[in-house]
């Protein structure tokens, strides 16, 4: 995998090369608002993106990359972007278990 030396900015701030990102957010308003410009950035240029959401709710997660200016079907088709159920990334038997994840077995 190839790491960007180009500048990415996530909540007003310059990330260095390490750019794994976990966030905890107070609403899903403040979610939206924080990420959009983030991930619409990261699509636009190319770079693989990962998404971990509820099952319940990735109809709307999908429904709000695409108002964020995402060709969704496009990244997904081409496999720039992966969004997941949280049950099928770390998950399994109600356990978080790293070594069975389907992250690891893409890598």
Not at 28 to 50: C, H, P, Q, S, T
Not at 81 to 97: E, G, K, M, N, S
Request: charged share 30%.
């Amino acid at each position: 995998m190839t790491i960007s030396s180009r500048a990415v900015e996530f909540a007003g701030r310059t990330l260095d090369r390490s750019r794994h990102i976990c966030a905890f957010f107070n609403s899903a308003d403040e979610e939206r608002r924080v990420l959009r410009a983030f991930n619409k950035d990261g699509i636009d240029r190319g770079e693989k993106g990962v998404h971990i959401v509820e099952a319940a709710s990735r109809a709307e997660y999908l429904k709000g990359l695409e108002d964020a200016g995402i060709d969704v079907q496009q990244a997904m088709g081409t496999g720039q972007l992966d969004v997941l159920p949280w049950t099928d990334a770390y998950v399994r038997d109600h356990q978080f278990d790293q070594e069975a994840s389907w992250l690891r077995s893409k890598n």
